[in-house]
């Protein structure tokens, strides 16, 4: 992931729409456990220790809870296994739909994790600034807006601690609360004063003057057209799959018989190649690096 970020923003870009476009679509389980199975080595790649606690503390429960929820309210199909106590039935297809809308779900949340990580705010001024200006640069500073605000609010905590007020020893929750807001206000105070710096600093450097230039070190060269043709392909063969059927898959009113051939396994190694192209590119640049140290 770190070397796919060095890439075009117009690669990333394809890329991550590509990607999320096919897992929000594509519903068949082999599918599914593909793109659930790259997304995450994406994710974690990047991320290494974050990305596994991220998996096992919010992934793994909102799919638990999706896999649950469905079945719960959504009672079609034909194949009952249980009886609850309303007297609805319990189908195995809203038990397999739950747990592949969980898995869908998951694997999103992991793609836009990666996008949020590839796709920074230059990149995305870079793709939209003359197209939208004003909404390219809302957007790339709203994305600033929660880390920052997080780190600002981790530090009045700590200098709050260290004067022996951030109401942690304090029994009552209204003391404690008391002391959270102060941190918050606090924040909010900063918060109001950078964004009049911002925007002073803003009109110093001429934004909003026409005819204004953007300097940006981003250029298209021969490895960024290798790697959007390949993606194009790849993503081409696979919608070649969809429209043709071999991707597809109902659940309701019965499941269909996962059928294996050749024309299908293609298609799904290439969704797999796909969907790897960042741990791909990732793994064939340490071993150019490795290459080269062992010669020195």
């Not at 593909?34 to 290494?48: D, E, G, H, P, T």
């Not at 009886?83 to 397999?96: D, I, K, R």
């Not at 059927?245 to 019965?254: E, I, V």
Request: net charge positive.
């Amino acid at each position: 992931m770190r070397a796919f970020r060095g890439y075009h923003p117009v690669v990333n870009l394809i890329y991550f729409v590509s990607v999320i476009s096919y897992a929000m679509l594509l519903m068949h389980p082999i599918c599914l456990a593909i793109a659930l199975i790259c997304a995450l080595a994406c994710y974690i790649q990047y991320n290494r220790k974050k990305a596994i606690r991220f998996a096992l503390t919010v992934l793994l429960p909102v799919c638990i809870f999706t896999a649950l929820v469905n079945p719960a309210f959504n009672h079609q199909g034909i194949t009952v296994l249980y009886y609850l106590p309303s007297g609805n039935p319990l189908t195995l297809e809203a038990v397999a739909y739950g747990v592949a809308a969980g898995v869908m779900l998951t694997t999103v949340i992991c793609w836009f994790g990666s996008f949020h990580l590839v796709m920074t705010s230059d990149k995305l001024v870079y793709l939209f600034g003359k197209l939208a200006p004003a909404l390219s640069l809302l957007f790339s500073m709203t994305l600033r807006l929660v880390p920052r605000f997080r780190m600002q609010l981790g530090r009045i905590s700590q200098a709050q601690k260290g004067i022996g007020m951030d109401g942690a020893g304090k029994v009552s929750v209204v003391s404690r609360a008391k002391a959270g807001l102060k941190n918050i206000s606090a924040m909010i105070t900063q918060a109001l004063e950078q964004s009049v710096e911002t925007a002073d600093s803003m009109r110093s450097r001429g934004y909003g003057l026409p005819n204004r230039t953007a300097y940006a070190l981003i250029s298209f060269d021969k490895r960024d057209l290798l790697v959007l043709g390949v993606m194009v392909i790849c993503a081409g063969y696979v919608l070649l799959g969809c429209i043709l059927g071999d991707m597809r898959f109902s659940y309701y009113p019965a499941m269909n018989e996962i059928h294996i051939s050749l024309w299908s396994i293609s298609f799904y190694m290439v969704y797999a190649l796909l969907c790897l192209m960042p741990v791909l590119i990732q793994l064939q640049e340490e071993h150019k690096w490795k290459a080269i140290n062992a010669r020195d």
